[in-house]
């Protein structure tokens, strides 16, 4: 689309920053991106300011201060402290800054693919101020020098927080515990084999015993490897048709099962990844019902693609969990409505053409979500199955609350993060001008709307959408 | 003169019956060549067909080169044992070092689902699918029904039983879709291990013990048991195999009594098949082989013809 085309000519070694976060300076001079100064007030003004965490849903100034909110409500903009950047963001929505729950940055160790600078660039031009970091680098996160090292590169990046999210096992190979309450004091907010899901019942039991000991919840990708097969899509007629090698619904299900009985067992926080298939859903609540302190979430893609996706071995659409069928999907909308669903997170996955220009069934699990996010869950309240309120809580207070995170609602004091989304820009989605290093997305040509437009992190803009705001 | 409107042929699901009565009736012309004494037309010399066999065949791509040396294409042939694919060489990277030398048409036969589809969209040459993991292998489809037709003078309204290991078979699936296309009643069966989710959506009737699909069938075709394709055990061994799903005489009896018996190959005798019914008088076996060099002729002659003279009346 128009509006971004300007991206496409700067390189991307001139959108990193230059300098220190300390001085004001644009980072490019395409006006797209930039940072705001440490010590400048920012006023948001005339906005739809949408927090649900404090049930507000109206037009109001918002003004940050010192990297906090300092003050939320109607007027302000004419009585402000002096050094104040105005921004005029009538017509927009004001949210918490949006929190994902499920990334990969694959930062140790495939840098090919993606870093911490050019994910957190990305998540921040999604419109996220905070992304949690899955743990299957090379080397995996599994002691504190490799969460000491995310959290030193996320910081340097200057871009969206990043919560990195520790290993249950060491080497995630499912044998033995990761130094958990080391890589606790490091800074991972939960633990999680992502990707490799913990088989062994008896290590589940211990890793959730010894996480709770820590105050950490576990998130498990649920998928039986042994009913799974390694299947490259979900087992369904579409896969008989194209002859791909498939997995049921059922590994997923069966695992989240039989994890939910641990989570009873030990007591401890139990958080489902990426649920996919209808039964997950219905176990899920049910569990809520038993009042077990179980949570999951749902990606943008099982959302709004289903197993059809990979009629023509497109290997963008491959991802795991593998897309579903329609019905799957109605039965993820009716979760997300009915509050079974605590989160839209986008396991925002990059893969290289190394990856994924090769025969499907050889090629890399996962896509990249961040800059996507948005405007894909927005077809959910153009649906009408969310109100804007309640889509705004699965992207910010909510995810906040299953991990125990900072932020997610716009409270006088909180943090300083905010996500300015325009619902209704059109724009076409074009992979080489997104700002992840890599390029795997199925929604390649699809027409979008919404968007991610302003992104501020601690009172500072981290992205804003060009010409908009310049 | 197109009277095939496909660049490729990556499958029989998409194409209509005008389309596959065209293959097969240019197959039942160029099939006379074969009882000439001289077995060659100069239909498309100058033309280069590259069959591209990176997994293990020995029927299909000595079918593929006799027909393109029939007519007098140069048949080139690269198997997965020499290919730089063995060195670390993507597909497309080796597709695309052949479509620089121009060949007019490629035949892949490859172990993984789509990997024709992927090769499709790459390189400037004709792609025939000659087999792609579990999802097609059209031209046997083709002369399948190529065999049908001659021996029952029709398709539709035919009951055909595809019996076996349903889940591994992309001839399973190409004449599923080929012979619903044509109007014949298709019934699958095996044991539930064997049989794909999905498949009554297809069209098809399915049964889980073969005595049932054999009832009054008109058409028996038996498929070999893909052990190479699945890791698990879906069966106990291949003598219980053998006892249960196994064709033999006894059962036979239960089709139509004028019923063919066809069998893709390789056959594993003793274990789908008796050997007493690759023997009988309805086995058409050897006869779906020579088939099959005709009805390759005509799709090279299709994709690559250019539309010159097909060089049979």
Not at chain 1, 36 to 61: K, M
Not at chain 1, 117 to 139: E, I, K
Request: with cysteine; glycine share 10%.
């Amino acid at each position: 689309m128009a509006a971004r085309a300007g991206w496409s000519e700067v390189p991307e070694s001139s959108r990193r920053p230059v300098a220190s976060r300390d001085g004001p300076f644009l980072v490019d001079g395409a006006g797209g991106s930039f940072y705001g100064r440490g010590d400048l007030n920012l006023c948001l003004r005339g906005g739809r300011v949408i927090d649900p965490a404090r049930n507000v849903d109206s037009e109001a100034d918002l003004l940050l201060q010192d990297g906090r909110v300092s003050r939320i409500e109607w007027g302000i903009a004419a009585a402000l402290p002096p050094d104040t950047r105005i921004l005029d963001v009538r017509g927009l929505w004001v949210t918490p800054g949006l929190i994902d729950l499920h990334a990969h940055l694959r930062e140790p160790g495939q840098e090919y693919k993606e870093d911490i600078a050019s994910g957190t660039r990305s998540a921040a031009a999604g419109g996220f101020t905070a992304v949690c970091a899955m743990p299957n680098t090379v080397p995996p996160n599994d002691c504190r020098a490799v969460t000491d090292l995310i959290v030193a590169r996320a910081r340097a990046a200057g871009f969206s927080r990043v919560y990195p999210i520790g290993a249950v096992s060491k080497g995630q190979k499912g044998e033995e515990l990761a130094e958990i309450g080391e890589m606790k004091d490091s800074g991972i907010v939960a633990v999680s084999d992502d990707g490799r899901p913990v088989m062994n019942a008896e290590l589940l039991r211990r890793a959730m015993e010894y996480a709770r000991t820590f105050g950490l919840p576990l998130i498990q990708h649920c998928e039986d490897l042994a009913l799974s097969q390694g299947g490259a899509m979900n087992e369904g007629l579409v896969s008989t048709r194209a002859g791909i090698r498939a997995q049921p619904a059922s590994a997923e299900s069966s695992m989240v099962a039989r994890d939910i009985e641990i989570c009873a067992m030990t007591g401890a926080r139990y958080h489902v990844a990426h649920v996919s298939t209808a039964e997950s859903v219905g176990l899920v609540r049910e569990a809520k019902r038993r009042g077990l302190p179980v949570t999951c979430e749902v990606t943008p893609h099982h959302l709004t693609l289903t197993d059809e996706a990979c009629a023509g071995y497109d290997t963008h659409a491959k991802c795991n969990p593998p897309l579903r069928t329609g019905a799957d999907q109605a039965a993820l909308r009716e979760g997300l409505r009915d509050g079974t669903i605590d989160a839209i997170a986008t396991d925002h996955a990059p893969h290289s053409s190394i990856e994924k220009d090769v025969e499907f069934e050889q090629a890399a699990f996962g896509m990249i979500g961040f800059e996507t996010a948005v405007p894909l869950s927005l077809e959910l309240v153009r649906a009408g199955v969310l109100s804007p309120s309640q889509l705004v809580a699965l992207l910010s207070n909510r995810p906040a609350a299953v991990l125990g995170l900072p932020g997610g609602t716009l409270g006088p004091g909180e943090l300083g993060d905010v996500t300015v989304i325009d619902p209704d820009v059109d724009w076409t989605v074009e992979p080489s001008l997104l700002f992840s290093r890599s390029r795997n997305t199925p929604f390649g040509g699809h027409r979008m709307l919404g968007r991610a437009v302003l992104t501020i992190v601690a009172g500072k803009v981290i992205f804003a959408e060009e010409k908009r705001f310049v | 003169m197109n009277s095939f409107p496909h660049k490729h042929l990556l499958g029989t699901e998409r194409l209509s019956a005008r389309d596959l009565n065209t293959v097969l009736d240019l197959g039942d012309r160029f099939g006379e060549i074969a009882k000439r004494p001289i077995k060659k037309v100069p239909t498309l010399r100058g033309k280069t067909v590259v069959n591209l066999f990176l997994e293990a065949s020995t029927r299909t791509r000595t079918s593929f080169e006799i027909a393109a040396k029939r007519l007098s294409a140069d048949a080139i042939n690269i198997s997965g044992a020499s290919s730089s694919t063995m060195k670390g060489e993507t597909l497309v990277d080796t597709a695309r070092n052949i479509d620089a030398m121009s060949p007019d048409v490629v035949v892949l036969r490859h172990a993984q689902a789509g990997a024709a589809h992927l090769l499709s969209q790459r390189i400037r040459a004709a792609v025939v699918n000659g087999g792609d993991g579990a999802h097609e292998h059209p031209t046997q489809a083709l002369l399948d029904c190529s065999t049908i037709r001659a021996h029952k003078g029709r398709i539709a309204g035919l009951v055909v039983a595809i019996c076996g290991d349903i889940a591994h078979s992309r001839v399973a699936r190409s004449n599923i879709f080929a012979l619903a296309t044509l109007g014949a009643k298709v019934r699958v069966a095996g044991p539930r291990t064997l049989l794909p989710v999905g498949l009554s959506e297809l069209g098809v009737a399915v049964y889980d013990r073969i005595e049932p699909a054999l009832e009054g069938a008109d058409v028996v075709m038996m498929l070999r048991i893909q052990k190479e394709r699945f890791g698990a055990p879906l069966f106990p061994n291949t003598r219980e195999y053998s006892r249960y799903f196994g064709l033999n005489e006894r059962r036979l009896a239960l089709a139509a009594p004028d019923a063919i018996v066809m069998h893709p190959g390789p056959i594993n005798r003793g274990v789908e098949i008796d050997p007493a019914v690759i023997e009988g008088p309805r086995a058409v076996i050897l006869d779906q082989v020579a088939r099959g060099v005709a009805i390759r002729m005509a799709v090279l002659y299709l994709l690559a013809g250019g539309g010159g003279e097909s060089g049979v009346e």
